[in-house]
Every structure is written in structure tokens, then in C-alpha cells.
């Protein structure tokens, strides 16, 4: 056993960690999305630079620093949308003090995406930590605030996982591995997806409207409409169980407030909910964006290999095999995703979905 059983998957980023506990810096970046390990990855990485054997895994060290019980290994816990300037500062406080038990105090900052205004505040105890102290701060992404933050640390890339490994990963917390390998297809190469994906019944028929969209572009104009009302459609359905998670959150803020007791503002709690609403409403756009470049990929894949695409129900799937398709329609398969992936990078602007995907959708129609 070590400190880095239960990280899933990530086995090179695991050695390069090993290697980085022997002389490690003040502080690490950890790029990558959601529901990859980096989470895990932090806890076992602070385990690992408080054991006095450099993980063993067994040590009061370790098993404290693995399930954040560790009074050297300090979490931030973000409780509005962004992470505060207060928070900031509470961080700094904790970075600048000697460690308690430890070699070391490690700080793990997650969802660094976030950070706002406080990212100044931050920088200079990122620059210079007295030397007992380690960071490990968390990304999705190195946003552009996030630069100056990212070239004082050593970055760590976290890539998505592969099916197997989330069928491994999701077999080990007990799940059938039939329903593990079939949910591992509409994950994405995430985790938090996967076990998500569990107990949303609807996915599987989410994934197949967005794969069959390309079989059913005709170029006009009608189709697009209809097909991308359904996929809009769909979208919102996702969002329902969430919906009525805040729905009783709500209702339950009455009934505190009603027997007197205190709670969170309503208003608060509301601009919350948007929030993540917001968020898996992103998404689920890029999931269905993602089985939507999947399906055409496999197009080009099939015409490499002479097959056909499929019938128009159901692409992907090889049910004859046809005459093997044309250099140009290779060629329009492989614009068609990358139309998709610019759609999918326009996602973190802002945009107007509903014409974001319309837009889509018409150039798409018009070159396959
Ligand atoms: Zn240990």
C-alpha cells in the first residue's frame, strides 16, 4: 500500500510527483478538468511531503494528510462563487506560520479558476512562502488572470482519464462493472461524470441525440431548427434533478427561517443556484459538443477504413458495410470538428447558447 492508491489513473503525473517529493519547490500548479484526480492527487502529494519516509502510507502523517484531517495541511473551502479576498487572507495567514506536527504546511487551494480579486493578494505568499511551506493550487484551466500565478509555480498537467481506468476506479468504489464500463463511454474521461452519469437515466439517450445529429443535416434550414430545438431541449431536461435539489434547499431556508433559526439569505442562496445552473448548463453543452465531434471523427476514422458511417439513426454504428467515402467528405468531417471544437472553446465567454448552437448547426448543415 501507498499514499497514492486511490488516485485515479494518472500514472505518469504520479511518478513525476514521486520524483518532485525528493526536492520539492513552494509551489505547484495542478492543470486539468474536473473529476481527473487532482484532488486526490493534492491530498496524496501533501502526504507525501509531510511523511518523514516520503509517503508510506501508513504513518499518522499519511493517513491524517490523505483524508484532510492533517492539522499542517490546510484546504481552502470556497464558499461564495469566487475566492475572497477575506479567504485570501486567511490562506496567507496559515502559509506564513511554522508547521504544527509536519516537516511541512501544505496548502491545497482548489477551483483556483475562480479566483478573482484575490489573486493579487495571494501572489506574493505564492512567490515567497517561508521554506516550511508548500502550495499546491488547483486549476481547470490557466485562465488569463492566472498567468502571473502559473509562472511562479511548476505546472502539472492532468489529462482526462481513459475508459478503463474509470471503470477501474468506479469498480472499486463497489459499482457492477457492466454498469461501470457502460457509463465510462459518456464520461468523458472524468470521474465526477461518470459516478454522476450512475443515476441520470437520461444520458444514454442524450449521448445518442447529439451522435445522430450528423445523419440528420439536410441543409435546410427547417431541419436545424427542429434538431436544434431538441438538442436545447435536452439540455434543460438535464438540468431537472438539480433544479429540484434547490428547489427543496429553498424550501428548507423557509423552514429555518420560520422556526427562527439562522440561515444563508435567500437572495444569496438564489444568485448560488443560477450559478450552478449556469454551470452544468456549460456543461452539458459540452458534453453534447464533444459526442457531436465524436460522431463526425468516427465518419473520417470509417472512411479511412472504407466503411460506412452507419444509418442515419444510429451513427458510428457499422450496420452495412458501403462504398468507402470520398477524400472530400474526410475532408469535411475533419472541419466539421473543428467548427465544433471552436464552438466548445466559445463556451467559457459568455455566449448566447441557443445561437451559439444555431449558428453551429447551420455551418454544419451547409459543408457535410
Ligand atoms: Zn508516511
Not at 80 to 99: F, K, N, T, Y
Not at 146 to 166: H, M, N
Not at 207 to 222: K, M
Amino acid at each position: 500500500m501507498t499514499v497514492w492508491d486511490g488516485v485515479p489513473g494518472q500514472a505518469t503525473v504520479i511518478a513525476r510527483l514521486r520524483e518532485m517529493v525528493r526536492r520539492p519547490v513552494h509551489a505547484y500548479l495542478f492543470v486539468g478538468p474536473p473529476g481527473v484526480g487532482k484532488e486526490e492527487a493534492a491530498r496524496a502529494f501533501a502526504a507525501s511531503l509531510m511523511c518523514a519516509e516520503g509517503g508510506c502510507g501508513e504513518c499518522r502523517e499519511c493517513r491524517t494528510a490523505r483524508s484532510g484531517r492533517h492539522p499542517d495541511l490546510v484546504e481552502l473551502q470556497r464558499s461564495g462563487a469566487a475566492i475572497s479576498v477575506d479567504q485570501a487572507r486567511e490562506v496567507i495567514g496559515v502559509a506564513l506560520r511554522m508547521p504544527m506536527q509536519a516537516r511541512r504546511t501544505v496548502v491545497i487551494l482548489p477551483d483556483f479558476h475562480l479566483v478573482d480579486e484575490a489573486a493579487p493578494a495571494l501572489l506574493k505568499t505564492l512567490e515567497e512562502p517561508p521554506p516550511t511551506t508548500v502550495f499546491v493550487v488547483l486549476t481547470d484551466t490557466v485562465t488569463p488572470h492566472l498567468v502571473t500565478v502559473a509562472s511562479r509555480c511548476v505546472e502539472v498537467a492532468f489529462g482526462p482519464l481513459t475508459p478503463d481506468q474509470i471503470v477501474a476506479a468506479l469498480t472499486g468504489e463497489g459499482v457492477d462493472t457492466e454498469v461501470a464500463t457502460r457509463v465510462s463511454r459518456f464520461a468523458g474521461g472524468r470521474l465526477d461524470r461518470a459516478r454522476r452519469s450512475l443515476v441520470d437515466v437520461g444520458i444514454e439517450a442524450r449521448h445518442e441525440l447529439w451522435a445522430a445529429v450528423p445523419g440528420r443535416l439536410d441543409g435546410t434550414g427547417a431541419t436545424v431548427a427542429v434538431v436544434a430545438r431538441e438538442l436545447l431541449g435536452a439540455v434543460e431536461e438535464s438540468l431537472e434533478p438539480l433544479v429540484s435539489a434547490q428547489d427543496g434547499e429553498l424550501s428548507g431556508l423557509a423552514e429555518l427561517s420560520k422556526a427562527g433559526r439562522s440561515s444563508p439569505s435567500k437572495t444569496e442562496v438564489q444568485q448560488r443556484h443560477k450559478r450552478e445552473l449556469r454551470r452544468v448548463r456549460i456543461e452539458e453543452l459540452r458534453f453534447g459538443l464533444a459526442t457531436l465531434a465524436g460522431a463526425y471523427r468516427d465518419r473520417v476514422v470509417l472512411a479511412g477504413a472504407g466503411g460506412s458511417p452507419g444509418s442515419p439513426g444510429a451513427p458510428g454504428s457499422l450496420v452495412s458495410p458501403g462504398p468507402p467515402r470520398s477524400r472530400h467528405s474526410e475532408a469535411a468531417a475533419l472541419g466539421a470538428v473543428r467548427l465544433i471544437d471552436e464552438a466548445a472553446a466559445k463556451l467559457d465567454r459568455n455566449p448566447n447558447e441557443a445561437l451559439l448552437l444555431q449558428d453551429l448547426l447551420v455551418r454544419l448543415s451547409g459543408m457535410v
